[in-house]
């Protein structure tokens, strides 16, 4: 079962891995603020219909051409085609990520029928997909948020209406904005990562031990407004 944080709010699944958290895995979360009705409307055309309402799948916002297929690529045939006009490639210049959305059933069990979704991505955040995603709903605001589980090292948070950048912040890598930013998304305190502010130093830095986990929903609960003054 999803579990959630103290905001209502879905708090991120870990990807499984040994390590616990999978550092080319990022966490996305995206919130419609509008009419009654509007951000069901806007997660039904982008869903993953194979896992319902709470995925998402990014060939329903920007489409892939039909004649393209998603096929195993050999240097030869890239060669052939142009790197532009096969699938990774395309996908890295039209969605800014090579692989379409992660765990679309865990997000989909996550949804709990209101204004906000969790999904997963590999590789990348998506806010250029969630700008043009801004169109479907042209009435509506979005904020949309993004942490890669390397924390500290690449977020962002951006408010999006009718396909206009409203306002964003793309934290500098290893940046105390960073650091708190990747906290709030990532549903974690600094001592998950055995992390610890440092004065002297500006930002956080890694401690020798770890020290006890907190619960979920001491941090995330606002997944970027409040850095970005929603």
Known sequence: ???????????????????????AEYVNYLRVFGAPGAARALFGAIQDDTAGLGSVDLNRITPMPVWMREEPLSAGTVRRQGGENCWLDWRQANWGTRWNTLKAQASAAAYDGGDTILFYTQDAGVPVLMQHASRLCPDAALLYAWASRDVGMDCGAARYRDGEILAQICPRPASRQAYELSFDILREPPEAFGLRYDPDAGTYVYEAEQKPKKENGEYGNHFGQDHIGV
């Open 1 to 23: 079962q999803p579990q959630h944080s103290g905001a209502g709010y879905p708090a991120p699944l870990c990807c499984g891995c040994r390590k616990g958290k999978c550092m």
